[in-house]
């Protein structure tokens, strides 16, 4: 992975795609689908490749916000344990989003605050 650092770091860029676009316990998504929207909308490395997501994918899963319900080679499909809401982190300023069964913590790597 390079030393690229994103304006809004990838962590809060993947969870605001979540959001937008899987936020329903039945709906199942992939890894590649929501690499393939940050490299559309997000601020990303061009260098990057599906692999360099896997850490953040892994992320989310250990919160407790996703379950790993399949796997085959890189492409990791996923489902919501609990519906996402919207939240302002004051002590960062960004927006962010935590399902209920989350820690109600920042994800932001920098900020951690108590939401």
Known sequence: MSTFTPSTPIQLQIR???????????KKFTNDEIFE??????DF???WII??????ILEICNSGLT???????????????????K??????N????????EKQQCPNPSCSALI
């Open 16 to 26: 605001k795609i979540i959001f937008e676009k899987y936020n329903d316990v039945d």
């Open 37 to 42: 929207t940050i490299k559309l909308e997000g």
């Open 45 to 47: 490395n061009s260098s």
């Open 51 to 56: 692999d360099d997501l896997e850490p953040y």
């Open 67 to 85: 379950r790993n319900i399949a796997q085959n080679f890189t492409t990791i499909w996923l489902k919501l344990f609990d519906t996402l809401k």
């Open 87 to 92: 939240f302002h982190c004051n002590s960062c």
């Open 94 to 101: 960004h927006d962010i989003y935590l399902g209920d069964s």
